[in-house]
């Protein structure tokens, strides 16, 4: 089995930055696909920066130029940095991967949530 497990949200002022972990544990042979993705309250759940292999990197144009999207693949962890937060960006944030296990077909895992808040 493979489990995500995001760290680093908090509370924030405006204009500050945080940086969101996610690690993943179990027995991974590849990582095809990473994203970071956000929920509001009372709004639908959608990307924000996305990486894979052929698509590259996506960023939602909301986030463009303040969110940085990083992997290590050997430790099987995906990052996203947020600078210059607003309070807008207050939501749960999630992670995704997408890989491949030895005789499993390709699966797509997601993270718990962690809660970004940032105050005016």
């Known amino acids: 089995q493979v489990q995500l497990v995001e760290s680093g949200g908090g509370l924030v002022q405006a204009g500050e930055s945080l940086r969101l972990a996610c690690v993943a544990s179990?027995?991974?042979?590849?990582?095809?696909?990473v994203g970071w993705h956000r929920q509001a309250p009372g709004n639908q759940r959608h990307s924000v920066a996305t990486?894979?292999?052929?698509?590259?990197?996506v960023y939602a144009d909301s986030v463009e130029g303040r969110f940085t999207i990083s992997r290590d693949n050997a430790a099987k962890t995906v990052y996203l940095q947020m600078d210059n937060l607003k309070p807008e960006d207050t939501a749960v944030y999630y992670c995704?991967?997408?890989?491949?296990?030895?005789?499993?077909?390709?699966?797509?895992?997601w993270g718990q949530g962690t809660q970004v808040t940032v105050a005016s």
């Open positions: 995704s991967m997408g890989v491949v296990r030895v005789g499993r077909p390709y699966t797509t895992y």
């Open positions: 179990g027995n991974i042979w590849s990582i095809a696909a």
């Open positions: 990486w894979s292999r052929a698509g590259g990197t």
